[in-house]
């Protein structure tokens, strides 16, 4: 099983916000991956995380 959470953490690393191309970061309960810059969520469905421009979800909540 560690194993499995090592290659989560290689994969957050390399995956970039499809719009501005900087780091994105899993929200607590694993079901988006957030951009800060552009203050957007991609969801993601049955684990596998959506990154079309298209899906981009504006952050309601202040920041």
Request: charged fraction near 30%.
């Amino acid at each position: 099983m560690p194993r499995l959470l090592d290659n989560k953490k290689k994969l957050l690393e390399i995956i970039v916000c499809p719009i501005c191309h900087k780091k994105l970061f899993l929200n607590l309960k694993k079901t988006k991956l957030i951009c800060f810059i552009d203050k957007v969520f991609f969801p993601i469905k049955e684990g596998i995380p959506v990154l079309l421009k298209n899906s981009a979800n504006k952050i309601n909540k202040k920041l």
